[in-house]
Structure formats: structure tokens, C-alpha cells
């Protein structure tokens, strides 16, 4: 068994609590955001449809399951970068410690 620095684990999991926060962040502007200032957003049209409307209809699902994969994919690089394996994050989450 391995012990990972603490330091490590700290930028670890600062890192993906950043992207947690980014993709929230995106979330927000595509539900709420657009739907604020939908009166304001109504000359601009996208794909033939006003934005809040799109936006309502597909473009925030859509939005959501882009984030989806997109935070899969990058989820999957950050652990190859700190070398943490999917069978082995169960011990990252209790003790800081991986198996070698």
C-alpha cells in the first residue's frame, strides 16, 4: 500500500472540486440564466428559434448530457495524471491510500 501525499490529494480533489463548480456554473446560465433574461435574448435565434425558447425546449438537455461526457472524459484524464485507478479510488476516499 501506497500512501499518496497530502499534497497530492489535496490538488487532486481541489481540481475536481473546481470542475464541479464550472460545470454547475454552466448549468445555472443554461436553465436559470436564460430563462432570466429571456425577454432580452428574444432577437437572437438559433436554429430558427428565439435562444430562450431553443434553449428551453432542447438546448439545455442537450447542454447537460454534453456536460456529462465531456466531465466523464476529463474526470477520466485527471485520475491517469494523479495515477489513481477506478478500482482503486474506493481507497483514495478513505485514508488518503492506494494499493501499488
Do not use: W
Not at 446560465?29 to 428551453?56: E, K, Q
Not at 425546449?57 to 474526470?75: D, E, K, P, R, S
Not at 476516499?93 to 501499488?100: A, E, I, K, P, Y
Request: net charge positive; hydrophobic share 45%.
Amino acid at each position: 500500500m501506497r500512501k499518496v501525499e497530502k499534497k497530492v490529494a489535496d490538488a487532486y480533489f481541489r481540481l475536481r472540486t473546481t470542475l464541479i463548480v464550472i460545470y454547475l456554473a454552466i448549468g445555472v446560465c443554461v436553465s436559470y440564466l436564460v430563462v432570466f433574461f429571456a425577454r432580452d435574448l428574444s432577437s437572437i435565434t438559433f436554429n430558427g428559434f428565439p435562444l430562450h425558447y431553443y434553449m428551453g425546449a432542447q438546448g439545455a438537455v442537450l447542454t447537460f448530457i454534453i456536460l456529462l461526457f465531456v466531465n466523464a472524459f476529463v474526470n477520466d484524464k485527471i485520475d491517469q495524471k494523479f495515477g489513481i485507478h477506478s478500482d482503486k479510488k474506493t481507497n483514495l476516499s478513505s485514508g488518503n491510500t492506494l494499493d501499488q
